[in-house]
């Protein structure tokens, strides 16, 4: 009788331990979603850069706009960690994200009290290390598999993301010489590489799709695109870059430069979606 109890025990136990089993290795998805999630927060630290240089240039207006958008930023963070958990992330990977996020936090807590140019800097340096740590987790997981799913989830954060950090450091950078009413020299060539930068990533990501394709993007989509930071680089071009005096709206620009932000966002959200069907 006991032996029979037990040969049920075990029938019942076994399934629930082969899924337990199973449950505890995470799958390509849930990456994708960190990955994506990564994304967010750089896409958010990029706003509150911007809107805090535009405000510490005398667009007071700006002010407001800073604390939603840190409150903004908070989210997507507390989101991060709930994707990181479920990844299950190496200790050293989870350590350098910890880091990350608490930098970011001091940094916001700090902002307003130091120098404008110190602090846009400063929000560059943690958003390239997301890009990085981003990077060194696409390689750990992605690298040893399917060659096509590898090269796309690169191209994300390789190409697509960089692509929204230029855009967002000539909205962040030229909305604060904006506020201020006039370029200083040494604002000019950092300007003027934003747009080199973001030429040459536009270039590679329309390349990519050339050569890869993406069934999930129209390519009326990227012709809007491009229209949009042409538009943009234009702006920046000829009415802002070595600029004496500019009577543009601040946040009107920094607005124009959220839509060209969007615009790529858009197209990466199309990759995503392409990717997460071959997992």
């Known amino acids: 009788m006991l032996k029979k109890v037990l040969l049920l ?11 337990s089993l199973f449950e505890e290795e995470p799958s390509d998805k849930v990456y994708l979603h960190l990955i994506s999630s990564v994304k967010d927060v750089v896409i958010s630290t990029q706003k509150t850069r911007g809107l805090t240089n535009s405000f510490m240039n005398g667009n007071v207006a700006a002010q407001l706009l800073v604390y939603a958008q840190r409150e903004e930023m908070m989210k997507d963070l507390d989101a991060l960690k709930k994707v990181s958990a479920e990844a299950k992330l190496s200790k050293n990977y989870s350590a350098e994200m910890a880091t990350l996020m608490k930098n ?24 390239e290390s997301w890009l990085a740590l981003n990077g060194k987790i696409i390689d750990a997981r992605f690298k040893g598999g399917k060659q096509d799913i590898y090269v796309a989830v690169k191209m994300l954060n390789s190409t697509l993301l960089p692509l929204t950090e230029n855009i967002g450091k000539l909205r962040g950078m030229g909305s604060g010489i904006v506020a201020r009413g006039h370029c200083n020299a040494s604002e000019t060539p950092k300007m003027q ?40 680089a234009q702006v920046a ?6 600029q004496e ?12 430069g959220t839509v060209a932000i969007g615009g790529v966002l858009k197209i990466y959200n199309a990759m995503e979606r392409e990717i997460e069907s071959k997992l």
């Open 9 to 19: 025990i075990w029938i019942m136990v076994t399934p629930m331990m082969a899924f």
């Open 104 to 127: 970011l936090k001091k940094l916001n807590r700090k902002a307003l009290k130091k120098n404008a140019a110190d602090v846009f800097a400063a929000y560059t340096q943690i958003i």
């Open 193 to 232: 590489s934003f747009i080199s930068n973001i030429e040459s990533y536009r270039h590679s990501m329309e390349q990519y799709f050339k050569s890869q394709g993406c069934k999930r993007l129209a390519p009326r989509e990227l012709s809007k695109l491009k229209e949009q930071i042409d538009l943009y």
């Open 237 to 242: 071009k000829t009415k802002v870059i070595g």
């Open 245 to 256: 005096k500019i009577t543009l709206d601040a946040n009107k620009f920094f607005d124009q």
